[in-house]
Nanobody
Framework: QVQLVESGGALVQAGGSLRLSCAAS????????MAWFRQAPGKEREFVSG???????????DYGDSVQGRFTISRDNDKNTIYLQMNLLKAEDTAVYYC???????????????????WGQGTQVTVSS
């Protein structure tokens, strides 16, 4: 089992920045994918960003179109934690942000929520305009 704990959600003004964290604990795997999804009220869960890794391979990173150029995902191996640095926030970024993980190095499937085995409880991000 893998446990994911998100933190960092807050109320912020449009144009501001936030950094979300997702700490993973439990089993370790030789390959892994962790990602951020978000869900606003009345909308489907949306892929935000993901990062994968496997032994001997370079990390693969992907972003959703709506956050490309504004958000940056990163990983701290020692802390088993990923981060989402969110800059130039917009009102439409308001959502519950979920961390997801899967014991596979996802590539084309990285943006599909159905591919992920583990989910965090979510953290609320609210951007006021």
């Amino acid at each position: 089992q893998v446990q994911l704990v998100e933190s960092g959600g807050a109320l912020v003004q449009a144009g501001g920045s936030l950094r979300l964290s997702c700490a993973a604990s439990g089993r370790t795997f030789n390959s892994f994918t962790m990602a951020w999804f978000r869900q606003a009220p009345g909308k489907e869960r949306e892929f935000v960003s993901g990062i994968n890794w496997s032994a001997g391979s370079t990390n693969f990173i992907d972003y959703g179109d709506s956050v490309q150029g504004r958000f940056t995902i990163s990983r701290d191996n020692d802390k088993n934690t990923i981060y989402l640095q969110m800059n130039l926030l917009k009102a439409e970024d308001t959502a519950v942000y979920y961390c997801a993980a899967d014991p596979a190095a996802l590539y084309d499937a990285m943006s599909r929520a159905s591919e992920y085995e583990y989910w965090g409880q979510g953290t609320q991000v609210t951007v006021s305009s």
